[in-house]
C-alpha cells in the first residue's frame, strides 16, 4: 500500500513537472489576454490532446448513422425478415423511439429535481435583504 502512494505521488509529481512549462504559459497568456487568452493558449499547449477530443466529438454522429440499420432492421448478426417487412421495420422504429423518449424523459425528470433542490436550499444573507423576496420569487 505504501509502496503504491510512494509510485502515485512519483508519477503525480513527473506530471507536475512535465506540464509546468506549459501551465505557466496558460498563465501568462490568462494574465495578458483574460479568459479568451488563457483558454487560446491552453488549446495551443494541449494541441494534440484537444485534436483527440474534437476529432472524437466529431465521429459521434458518424456513429450514430453507422449504427441506425442495426436498430432499424434489428440485429443485422441474426436472420432477420426486417428487410422486406414493414411492419417489423415500423416496430423497431417504435421501439427505438420509445428507449431514446425514456432516456430523455428520465434526463429532464433528473434535471428538474436538481432545479428543485438547488431552488429549495437557496438562502438570502441579511445585507440582501432587499433582494431576497426578488430571486425568490423569480426563481419560483
Known amino acids: 500500500m505504501i509502496k503504491n502512494d510512494t ?9 507536475a ?3 509546468a512549462p ?3 504559459k496558460i498563465a501568462q497568456a490568462g494574465i495578458l489576454g483574460g479568459p479568451a487568452g488563457a483558454a ?6 494541449y494541441r ?8 472524437a466529438v466529431l ?3 458518424i456513429l450514430v448513422l453507422l449504427m441506425l440499420p442495426g436498430a432499424i432492421f434489428g440485429s ?6 426486417a428487410i422486406n417487412n414493414d411492419l417489423e421495420v415500423a416496430a423497431n422504429v417504435i421501439l427505438l423511439r420509445n428507449a431514446v423518449s425514456d432516456i430523455l424523459q428520465e434526463a429532464y425528470e433528473d434535471t428538474l429535481a436538481e432545479i428543485e433542490s438547488d ?3 437557496l438562502t438570502c444573507s441579511i445585507s440582501n435583504s432587499a433582494l431576497c423576496p426578488m430571486l425568490k420569487a423569480a426563481v419560483s
Not at 487560446?40 to 499547449?45: C, I, L, R
Open 48 to 55: 494534440k490532446e484537444v485534436l483527440v477530443v474534437v476529432v
Open 22 to 24: 506549459k501551465l505557466a
Open 7 to 15: 509510485q502515485n505521488s512519483r508519477q503525480a509529481a513527473s506530471a
Open 119 to 121: 431552488r429549495a436550499n
Open 17 to 19: 513537472l512535465r506540464n
Open 59 to 61: 465521429l459521434l454522429p
Open 76 to 81: 443485422l448478426t441474426q436472420p432477420s425478415a
Open 40 to 45: 487560446a493558449e491552453a488549446t495551443v499547449q
